[in-house]
């Protein structure tokens, strides 16, 4: 399938029916878009499906004009395809994306699934994650790309208390090949300021009206579990669903049970959202 481009430079696919509302997938902080490649012919042939390279991730090279805003490429991009109102799927950070999409606005979004919720969603620094960012940071100080990769590749790949032989090669090798280019993507991204929505999300979750669904892997950080824990808690209505065996990127670990797991869950958020109760 060939890249399409918004006029802003950000790339996206979509493939799938038309008539449904579309289901919009956003990446997590050490993918892009092809991190859905194992779930893509499923969604696509059963849903009108979007995903997106947020910007310096993937094909959306192009260096913004202004502060670098990930809701904004977000809103943007489903303007452009004439989306008024979809589901969004967000794995980690993707997944901070799509709640303060949700926030900021909310008639574009129709239910949220939070597979491992990260990035602005992350509340406390814990040893776990403190240990994954200094030695990530400390890699980057001395030059030593490879290094910063395996960093993430060990924390978000294979997870706490596995080791590589634990995880399928080819998980490991996606996620150093889109994680390597999002480094050289933005090598000369130093100076480039990130907008951030105020109030924070974190503030904000009692706010978010729509049906939530947090999916997070037994394996996974502290932080991301602590992370869970508060969204489930302020979002009205939120379920939580935690899979054994599972580190930070369900959706790469289990492709068919996450393809089963949203075929559950999109019904169940339509009628949520039409007033048929909780799920």
Do not use: K
Not at 18 to 42: F, Y
Not at 81 to 88: D, K
């Amino acid at each position: 399938m060939p890249t399409s481009y918004t006029p802003s430079g950000v790339a996206y696919d979509r493939a799938g029916p038309p008539g449904d509302l579309p289901v919009v997938l956003i990446h997590a902080g050490v993918a892009d878009r092809r991190m859905w490649d194992s779930v893509w012919p499923s969604l696509t042939a059963e849903h009108d499906t979007v995903r997106l390279d947020l910007r310096g991730f993937g094909a959306s090279t192009r260096r913004p004009q202004a502060a670098l805003s990930p809701v904004g490429d977000v809103i943007d991009t489903l303007a452009v395809l004439g989306v008024e109102r979809c589901h969004l799927i967000g794995a980690s950070v993707g997944a901070g994306v799509a709640v303060e999409t949700a926030l900021v606005r909310p008639e574009l979004v129709e239910s949220l699934l939070l597979s491992a919720p990260g990035g602005t969603l992350i509340a406390d620094v814990t040893p776990d994650l403190r240990e994954f960012a200094e030695a990530e940071d400390a890699a980057l100080a001395r030059g030593d790309l490879e290094g910063a990769v395996e960093a993430n590749v060990a924390t978000w790949a294979v997870g706490p208390g596995r080791n590589a032989d634990d995880v399928h090669p080819t998980l490991c090798e996606q996620v150093r090949r889109m994680q390597r280019l999002a480094f050289e993507n933005t090598a000369e991204w130093d100076d480039v300021q990130e907008d951030e929505i105020e109030p924070p999300a974190l503030e904000r979750l009692t706010h978010v009206t729509v049906p939530t669904l947090v999916l997070v892997g037994e394996l996974d950080l502290v932080a991301i579990h602590d992370a869970a824990g508060r969204v489930v808690d302020a979002v009205p209505g939120a379920r939580r669903v935690d899979w054994p065996d599972t580190a930070h990127l369900p959706s790469m670990e289990r492709p068919a049970d996450f393809v089963a797991l949203l075929r559950e869950w999109l019904p169940s958020a339509m009628s949520r959202a039409d007033g048929g109760g909780a799920a």
